[in-house]
């Protein structure tokens, strides 16, 4: 289990964490998602001890980090694929990390195996790798030591399809053998797909915690005009909170009905409407983060000097 109990972390007067509290349980996979500069890679490396606390405390397995009496074997990590010696190949990154933990060289052989990295390319310089081949290498290294918890930091990244669906069934089984995956990313549909718990943060705080089908069902409805400004216009007149997204969609914070209702009266043809349990993550996503959002303040700034 991964406990984050009231974390905090400033630079100077900016909190890049603040007071960010969530569990990642065993047997679960853990999405962790926000905008970029939420506070998620921050949190990920004072889980792992790269960056101090200013407050508030991180338990993995029991225990903060540092303190872990073999962490390597305990706790996989990959939070920077392009951060490997470029100038060693990836047999020689893994025998390194194996000789450290004191694990035996067949365990190389197993990993690269296990990460579908051929002889051939385990034999090339990092510095020729993909960015995919790197994100493979950094999760054998996260395995080798056969733990039970893996902490991940976008590690779809450069993945194909086939990769993706590779890196979900690998994390999938992982998890389903009791280990704890705490997860992050921007591809919502892969969190979508393979997260049983998610947590979003923005601004460094917390927006919203629980399990993918308690935060989709609590989203509202989803509904799509081709007009998606006028039918968020008319929902909000009828004193209904309402967000509009991507190609005429808005997620509202009321039942079927009503938000069928208000659009009948206001002349608005629907092109869809369902409930919220059947919403994509992506809507529920944006809406949590609307006010995080780059392009949300930039739009706010515009309407405010206009």
Do not use: C
Request: aromatic share 2%.
């Amino acid at each position: 289990m991964i406990t984050v109990e009231s974390l905090s972390k400033s630079y100077g007067s900016h909190a890049a964490v603040d007071d960010v509290t969530f569990i990642a349980a065993p047997g679960r996979v853990t999405g962790f998602l926000g905008p970029n500069g939420a506070g998620k890679s921050t949190t990920m490396r004072v889980m792992v001890g790269l960056t101090p606390p200013s407050s508030g405390d991180v338990h993995v397995l029991g225990r903060r980090f540092e303190d872990l009496p073999d962490p390597g074997r305990e706790v996989g990590v990959l939070l920077d694929a392009s951060a490997q010696h470029a100038g060693r190949t990836g047999r020689e990154i893994l025998t390194i990390a194996a000789l450290t933990m004191g694990l035996p060289r067949s365990r190389v052989d197993a990993m690269l195996e296990r990460v579908s990295l051929t002889p051939d390319e385990a034999g090339r310089r990092v510095r020729n790798y993909s960015l995919g081949m790197r994100q493979r290498l950094g999760i054998a290294t996260a395995l080798l030591g056969d733990p039970e918890v893996l902490i991940l930091d976008e590690p779809a990244n450069g993945l194909d399809p086939a990769g993706i669906r590779w890196m979900r069934d690998l994390l999938r089984g992982f998890a389903d053998d009791g280990g704890t995956v705490l997860l992050s990313s921007h591809l919502l549909h892969e969190i979508e797909v393979i997260a049983d718990d998610l947590v979003v943060i923005g601004n460094g705080r917390i927006v919203a915690q629980g399990t993918k089908d308690e935060l989709l069902a609590s989203a509202g409805t989803l509904v799509r005009a081709a007009d998606g400004t006028a039918l968020a216009a008319a929902l909000q007149a009828a004193g209904i909170t309402a967000t509009p997204s991507s190609g005429g969609a808005v997620l509202a914070e009321s039942d079927l009905t009503t938000v069928g209702t208000v659009a009948f009266d206001a002349g608005i043809a629907l092109l869809e409407l369902r409930a919220a349990d059947g919403a994509r993550l992506e809507e529920m996503f944006l809406s949590l983060t609307a006010d995080t959002q780059r392009e949300s303040v930039q739009h706010r700034t515009e309407g405010a000097a206009a």
